[in-house]
């Protein structure tokens, strides 16, 4: 049976094989803009150079900019003792440093956790969280997040996430100089069966490679959610402690008030609340059905 331990090596194993996933994915869109830019082989080289810079910014920036996205603010042990000594407790229980610990004002329930690995990471949870549930649902919720970081889910899809982006900014830049028309005329390097497939191929990958990447990031954060669901279950062993937070998450209909798409995946639900699970939206929700993670729960019990 998989243990923490086995998860974490297979977090770090993906990490490496999704990174260079995406480092392809972002090469061939690179080579792709420049066969259609005239740019040739500069385009590639742009590609991997703005790649490394945001992926390096990502990864030791990314969790301040997402704290600072959500109004989150940091308390001390003095500031909230009860909240305080919650993620302490379970931080022993889990072997983990006590992350830095921060409130968002706002009366939905819900939290994130964030940061690189276990030494640099955060934990945010909404007033809401603090005051509308029992002590054992925000105890399973702060288990849930504790997970995502000692299971290395943030690093995994902060780095995701940053190449999703990229993909889409150099396909966003490709049809904005296709607009311009700035795209390579028929002639300029000669004509040609192989050239009129060149481009038709590149055409494809610049078209499609968002929604590609976007897939992928899906599904990953997916998967993601009922591990840590899982993981945090093992931490206080009362499975019904989350299902009842979900439960009551459910039940309210209040999205956050700064809800941001760059950030949406870090919560423990959909910060969009119940309108991200409506048609299309649905099928491209960070999140899985709320409805199935409590029925996963339900069978821990």
């Known amino acids: 049976m998989p243990t923490t331990y086995t998860h974490i090596a297979s977090n770090k194993r993906k990490s490496i094989i999704l990174i260079v996933l995406f480092i392809v994915i972002i090469a061939l869109v690179g080579w792709a803009f420049g066969q259609y830019t005239d740019l040739g082989y500069l385009g590639l080289v742009v590609a991997i150079l703005f790649a490394s810079g945001m992926s390096l910014f990502g990864y030791y920036s990314g969790d301040k900019v997402a704290l600072w996205t959500a109004g989150a603010k940091q308390i001390t042990k003095e500031q909230n003792p009860y909240v305080y000594r919650l993620v302490e407790n379970l931080c022993i229980t889990a072997g983990l440093p006590v992350p830095k610990i921060h409130i968002i004002n706002d009366p939905a329930i819900n939290a994130f956790a964030t940061g690189r690995d276990p030494d640099h990471a955060s934990i945010a949870i909404s007033t809401g969280a603090i005051e509308k549930l029992e002590n054992e649902e925000l105890e399973g919720v702060i288990a849930h ?8 889910d943030i690093r995994l899809m902060t780095l995701v996430v940053i190449c999703v982006g990229i993909i889409a900014l150099l396909s966003s830049w490709f049809f904005r100089i296709s607009l311009f028309g700035g795209g390579r005329r028929s002639g300029s390097r000669g004509g040609g069966q192989a050239q009129f497939l060149i481009m038709i191929f590149s055409l494809a990958l610049l078209i499609f490679a968002p929604i590609i990447a976007q897939l992928i990031k899906l599904a990953v954060s997916r998967k993601r959610e ?9 931490l206080t062993r009362y499975p019904d402690g989350l299902a009842n937070a979900l439960t009551k998450i459910s039940a309210n209909n209040q999205p956050m008030l700064k809800a941001n798409n760059a950030t949406a995946h870090l919560f423990l639900s959909n910060p969009y609340g119940k309108k991200s699970f409506k048609g299309l939206s649905k099928l491209f929700s960070t999140h899985p059905p709320i409805e199935e993670r409590i029925a996963a729960l339900k069978k821990m019990s």
């Open 226 to 234: 009922f591990l840590a669901d899982a993981s945090g279950v093992l």
């Open 145 to 152: 997040e504790l997970s995502h970081i000692g299971n290395y």
